[in-house]
């Protein structure tokens, strides 16, 4: 059986080409926790990841952040814990890395602006907030 029929998952389409996105309902040993995420790719999650935070920094310059004082440190403290957990999940076999990073070129990437694991942890925290269920 698969993982994702293992954890009950409820599904919430294609979070980039080809790349679906799940959350688990139910837990499967210390493979997925209830309320984890996992992108998939043939029905099978290959990352996954706890709820991802919004970077509070999204669009500012280096200066703009130097100088801001509206992100409060729990906040940032918070954002760049997720975001270091997210990047050793992004650790995985090739196919299944070039699968996801020619994915996020076709989607948008930009490999001259960003970091490829912010850029994705910051589209993931983005579409997770309006997404809806479109099967269980």
Not at 41 to 47: C, E, G, M, S, Y
Not at 63 to 71: A, F
Not at 79 to 100: D, H, K, N, Q
């Amino acid at each position: 059986m698969c993982l994702c029929c293992c954890v009950k998952e409820d599904r919430y389409g294609d979070i980039l080409p080809g790349i679906g996105l799940m959350r688990a309902t139910v837990d499967y040993f210390d493979d997925m926790k209830a309320g984890q995420w996992g992108l998939v790719i043939n029905n099978d999650p290959f990352v996954i990841f706890d709820t991802p935070i919004e970077d509070p920094y999204f669009g500012m310059t280096d200066e703009q952040i130097d100088t801001d004082t509206t992100v409060d440190v729990n906040t940032q403290d918070n954002y760049y814990a997720g975001l270091l957990r997210f990047r050793e999940v992004l650790v995985m076999s090739p196919y299944e890395g070039s699968t996801l990073y020619c994915a996020g070129l076709t989607a948008g990437y930009d490999p001259d602006k960003y970091e490829f694991g912010c850029w994705l942890y910051d589209r993931l925290a983005q579409y997770i907030k309006t997404a809806t269920v479109e099967h269980t």
